[in-house]
């Protein structure tokens, strides 16, 4: 097994089933003949017309010499139409298979030395559209004759079949394996992952545990797989940490899977934070391995009021004191790598009296039972990286692939005196193949050819244990892995088993490629100038602490080519929106027209984090005294108007303003911005006349409508008092 393992895995898997599933133009006649057994689609097929057939015989392939067995035919019709009944043929070729080159050249290509000879023949059941028929052969033991111990090419081949939107019948024909066993095989230890990744690069959130940990979650799925086995568990310490940091608040299927888990008398080891790679951490010249900064961002304090069970509130180990981040003074200008945090500590950082006492990082991340010092890498090491493992951790125990290894080695050896714990590349590709396959049928196919591998170490040193580690595959099915782990695991025989065993002298043979360690350093490197940009932030690990899990992540061993790509595309696009989050606006001209004034410039805040910032204005020449220096704070996704006190010394005239932003401690932020200001100070005066004027004027008409109003008021008075005189005097007369 490889350390890009699920991408080996899956492209030999879709290999096999492309051979297995076509469908030939031309009708088989191959019965006695050494042809192989796989053709080429025409073109005229329908697009989604399939076929596929999956052959097994025997308990997973197996078979004792001398017996009887049933051979397995499943026809899979994934067409939109029927098809028709058939002639399905079992063949085996009597010429053994002797080593793993010949077993996968057989199964990959379908070509083997010898000649086949016809075991039996069936008619095969129509079958409908989009569904599959399973057809058993009885292979009496004289079909079989007197087969020695070994592994014999397996086909079949359906003919005479056919849908509706077939012209004419075709044939599909299956490999596989029949191994003879006479004795049992060697012990035999399985190594299961454990991760889950999350979408957003960090900590899994509450919503992905729930999912990840409900009943047909993958983490159940893992826990329930392995329940009942000897399997060894290789634990991503950042699954416990991201149900722990919720504490009561946590999902309760979350916080049961993790008490399943603990309970598991499986032995076990941890992974690194985020199963980060520490081939690459070593190629890329990094003096300890990496960890997280802190996790205290991700605690939440509401779950730490009491214990989920409602017991009184113990005191925990307290926070441990952040890991900082590396900066200037850690990064080395002669092309070394900077220098990564250390490991998380366990003195208490000051907590406020009247809140929750939260865990610190190692409590958080703690792996109950777990062994310690194995190291499980990818397998393109040299004997340099392993003597820098024995720095990383003291009596490190790596964890390779026997396709690194030159030569024959057991599952325990040593290179240039360093431990080193050896999977069997093919038979763990093949079991990590059949423990991600749901359908049974393809399943048989897969574990038949681990016992084929198996069947080979077995014959050549029936006492050497062999070790198989699976691929890193988080999607698989309680069902599937059970029946893998189930098929190979010798009961009670463990990790502890396999150190215990003499380690035998063993070279490396790998090629290295530079690319990951040159991608870690570039991505280290930018963490150094987030971590100037995050001192706009009151608590810096806000930024901090998931940029580096990121990082981490993105080195993650399971990730194939592609995947490794698209994560460090992922940190470095993450990297240049966070320090794009917060800038200055382009603005328009703005028009001063008084000789003092607040000018508002706008600051843009895109990051969920109140930033603490220092507005710097310089103008381009001295007609405008303006204050050079404005702290600020802008709210989480905002953009706010900051005012900037100016006094114009002149009465007009255009002046630029150059305006950039720092943090508190200087660190420049964003570009710098220039802002045009048309000064019309003397307008303020002018403005000030013609509204005193006009205070003036109205004030005049005032004053004349009242005297004219007092005035109209007189006469009326008068010409009442006239009129009551004159009606006196003609009363009197």
């Known amino acids: 097994m490889t ?3 699920s991408e080996n895995g899956l492209r030999t898997r879709l290999h096999r089933l492309a051979r297995g599933s076509v469908i030939s133009a031309i009708v088989l006649g191959l019965a006695g003949a050494g042809a192989p057994g796989a053709f080429a689609a025409t073109d005229a097929e329908p697009e989604g017309s399939s076929v596929d057939l999956l052959l097994s015989a025997g308990v997973r392939g197996t078979v004792a010499p001398g017996s009887a067995t049933t051979a397995s035919i499943t026809v899979q019709n994934d067409s939109r139409s029927e098809l028709s009944s058939g002639r399905v043929t079992v063949e085996l070729n009597r010429t053994p ?10 199964l990959d290509e379908a070509d083997a030395t010898g000649g086949f000879e016809q075991l039996g023949s069936d008619t095969t059941a129509p079958v409908d559209a989009e569904a599959s028929a399973t057809t ?12 020695a111990p070994g592994v014999y090419p397996l086909r079949a081949t359906l003919s005479g079949a056919q849908t509706d939107a077939q012209d004419d019948a075709r044939s599909v024909t299956s490999t596989t394996v029949l191994v003879v066993t006479a004795a049992a095989n060697p012990p035999i230890a399985v190594m299961v992952p454990v991760t889950a990744t999350p979408d957003n690069g960090a900590l899994l959130t509450a919503d992905e545990l729930s999912a990840l940990t409900a009943p047909e979650g993958a983490l159940t799925a893992v826990v329930e797989g392995v329940r009942g086995t000897s399997a060894i568990l290789a634990i991503d310490p950042a699954i416990p940490a991201a149900i722990r940091v919720l504490g009561s608040s946590a999902p309760e299927s979350a916080r049961e899977w993790l008490r ?11 992974l690194q934070f985020g199963d980060a790679d520490a081939t690459t951490q070593a190629q890329a010249g990094l003096p300890a391995l990496l960890q997280p900064t802190t996790l205290a961002p991700f605690l939440n304090p509401s779950g730490f009021t009491e214990p989920a069970d409602g017991t009184p509130t113990p005191t925990p180990t307290p926070a441990p004191t952040p890991a900082s981040v590396p900066t200037e003074s850690t990064a080395p200008t002669d092309g070394t790598a900077p220098t990564p945090a250390p490991e998380p500590s366990d003195e208490p950082t000051p907590q406020p009296t009247d809140g929750p006492v939260l865990p610190g990082d190692a409590e958080l991340t703690a792996i109950e039972g777990a062994t310690s010092g194995i190291l499980w890498p990818r397998s393109d090491v040299s004997a340099a990286d392993l003597d820098v493992f024995s720095t990383y951790v003291n009596g ?10 030159g030569g024959a080695a057991g599952a325990h050896a040593d290179v240039g005196g360093r431990s080193v714990l050896v999977t069997a590349a093919a038979a763990s590709d093949a079991v990590s193949q059949a423990a991600s396959e749901d359908d049974t049928a393809a399943r048989q196919q897969r574990l038949a050819e681990a016992s084929a591998h198996l069947s080979l170490a077995g014959q050549a040193d029936p006492a050497t244990p062999i070790l198989i580690g699976l691929d890193r595959d988080e999607t698989r099915t309680a069902e599937a892995l059970r029946d893998a782990v189930a098929s190979v ?6 990790l502890s088993e396999v150190l215990a065993v003499p380690a035998t002298p063993a070279t490396l043979s790998t090629e290295q490629d530079q690319s990951r360690a040159l991608a870690l350093r570039g991505m280290l490197d930018s963490e150094i100038v987030l971590g100037d940009f995050a001192s706009i932030l009151d608590d810096t690990q806000l930024l901090l602490s998931p940029k580096r899990i990121q990082i981490m992540r993105a080195t993650g061993v399971g990730l194939t080519e592609k995947g490794f790509d698209d994560a460090v595309s992922d940190v470095n696009v993450a ?3 966070t320090l794009n989050a917060v800038d200055i606006p382009p603005a328009s001209t703005i028009q001063l027209l008084s000789a003092n004034a607040d000018l508002p410039f706008s600051v843009r805040n895109d990051l969920p984090w109140p930033v603490n910032i220092q507005l710097s204005v310089t103008p381009s020449d001295p007609r405008l005294d303006v204050q050079s220096v404005t702290p600020w704070t802008i709210q989480p996704g905002t953009t706010t108007r ?11 005239g255009e002046v630029t303003l150059k305006l950039s932003l720092s943090s508190p401690t200087g660190v420049p932020i964003s570009q710098p911005e220039s802002v045009r200001v048309s000064v019309r100070a003397e307008w303020e005066a002018i403005g000030l006349g013609v509204f005193g004027g006009l205070i003036v004027l109205l004030l005049g008409l005032g004053i004349i409508r009242t005297i004219r109003r007092r005035r109209r008021e007189a006469d009326a008075e008068n010409q009442e008092t006239t009129s009551e005189s004159d009606a006196v005097e003609e009363m009197n007369e």
């Not at 058993?136 to 087969?147: H, N, T, Y």
């Not at 790596?398 to 690194?404: D, K």
């Open 3 to 5: 350390a890009t393992t």
């Open 97 to 106: 298979l002797t080593d793993e080159a010949a077993i996968t050249t057989w």
């Open 260 to 270: 399943l888990l603990d309970a598991l008398p499986n032995e076990r080891f941890a």
């Open 642 to 652: 900051v005012k900037v006190p100016v006094s114009a010394r002149v009465g007009s």
């Open 136 to 147: 058993s052969l009885l292979l009496p033991p004289e079909a079989l004759g007197d087969l």
């Open 489 to 494: 695991d010798s009961l009670g025989f463990g």
């Open 575 to 577: 990297t240049t929106e």
């Open 396 to 405: 490190a125990v790596t964890v390779l692939s026997s396709s690194s290894i």
